[in-house]
């Protein structure tokens, strides 16, 4: 991993890693939901498949957020908190 200065990456803690994670959760769900429903349920929608094309924006959404991650990662310095003044 890239590393500016001195400290370590936020890795795992990133809160861009945990919206990736929800995001990706939920896209599949959708995906998986839009491709087994039946077709009377995309007919409602004036014949698109709503959970389909959410569910695959949104897993495409969790891509960029784990790129953006692994480009700009967030340095932790290591002395953090320490504050004297």
Do not use: C
Request: proline share 4%; net charge negative.
């Amino acid at each position: 991993m890239a590393s500016r200065g001195s400290g370590h990456t936020a890795g795992a803690f990133d809160i861009r890693t945990i919206i990736a994670l929800l995001f990706g959760i939920y896209g599949i769900v959708l995906t998986i939901v839009g491709v087994v429903q039946p077709h009377a349920e995309i007919d409602k929608s004036a014949g698109v498949n709503i959970n389909l094309w959410t569910g695959i924006g949104m897993i495409v959404f969790a891509v960029v957020f784990v790129t953006w991650v692994r480009l700009r990662p967030i340095v932790v310095p290591d002395e953090a908190g320490t504050s004297g003044e």
